[in-house]
T-cell receptor
Framework: GAGVSQSPSNKVTEKGKDVELRCDPISGHTALYWYRQRLGQGLEFLIYFQGNSAPDKSGLPSDRFSAERTGESVSTLTIQRTQQEDSAVYLC?????????????FGPGTRLTVL | AQKITQTQPGMFVQEKEAVTLDCTYDTSDPSYGLFWYKQPSSGEMIFLIYQGSYDQQNATEGRYSLNFQKARKSANLVISASQLGDSAMYFCAMRVGGTSYGKLTFGQGTILTVHP
């Protein structure tokens, strides 16, 4: 079956512009996660959705970052007034919630470059 | 707060040899899960193996095994019979709490290079 997909794969923007990143989870996966990975670093958690509610948004770095999810489907991560420190790969993952460990399946990521 | 520490920035191994990648964790929650992911140069994240805090036996998945030492709070990944395709970044991650889903906290990763 289809995996997690993300678009765009690459995004170059100018400082101060807004960007929207999209994630399509695996069908049937109730949970959806956003992470950020700076070059050569580990993944930083941003936010997670259970259905269309966000029980944990503790990783969002500032109020410039927001995310929403439509039902148990597509999610959009929006970064307003982008800064150069926002440059990173943004990874989306999805998982079931019914199993014993429910590993997260990751998308290919969106590489964001803020000039 | 939970934390994952991977102290080996880079590791080298000869093809067909075994290698151990270190991971220590810190949490006060008695219920947690430990994951290992592989990230090749292409950037995708590939799930390798899982160990639950209450699991009595060390997890194994093919050539991957997890050396779980609860008292030491370590969850080292052992790769047996290394292959050239094992060259990648490896991340240890932890999820805490009683649910089987939720955010993962990742370590900084270890770059593994397999030499022919």
């Amino acid at each position: 079956g289809a995996g997690v997909s993300q678009s765009p794969s690459n995004k170059v923007t100018e400082k101060g512009k807004d960007v929207e990143l999209r994630c399509d989870p695996i069908s049937g996966h109730t949970a959806l996660y956003w992470y950020r990975q700076r070059l050569g670093q580990g993944l930083e958690f941003l936010i997670y959705f259970q259905g269309n509610s966000a029980p944990d948004k503790s990783g969002l770095p500032s109020d410039r970052f927001s995310a929403e999810r439509t039902g148990e489907s597509v999610s959009t991560l929006t970064i307003q007034r982008t800064q150069q420190e926002d440059s990173a790969v943004y990874l989306c993952a999805s998982s079931l919630t019914s199993g014993t460990h429910n590993e997260q399946f990751f998308g290919p990521g969106t590489r964001l470059t803020v000039l | 707060a939970q934390k994952i520490t991977q102290t080996q920035p880079g590791m080298f191994v000869q093809e067909k040899e075994a290698v151990t990648l270190d991971c220590t964790y810190d949490t006060s929650d008695p219920s947690y899960g430990l994951f290992w992911y592989k990230q090749p140069s292409s950037g995708e994240m590939i799930f390798l193996i899982y160990q639950g805090s209450y699991d009595q036996q060390n997890a194994t998945e093919g050539r991957y095994s997890l050396n779980f030492q609860k008292a030491r709070k370590s969850a080292n990944l052992v790769i047996s019979a290394s292959q050239l395709g094992d060259s990648a970044m490896y991340f240890c991650a932890m999820r805490v709490g009683g649910t089987s889903y939720g955010k993962l906290t990742f370590g900084q990763g270890t770059i593994l290079t397999v030499h022919p």
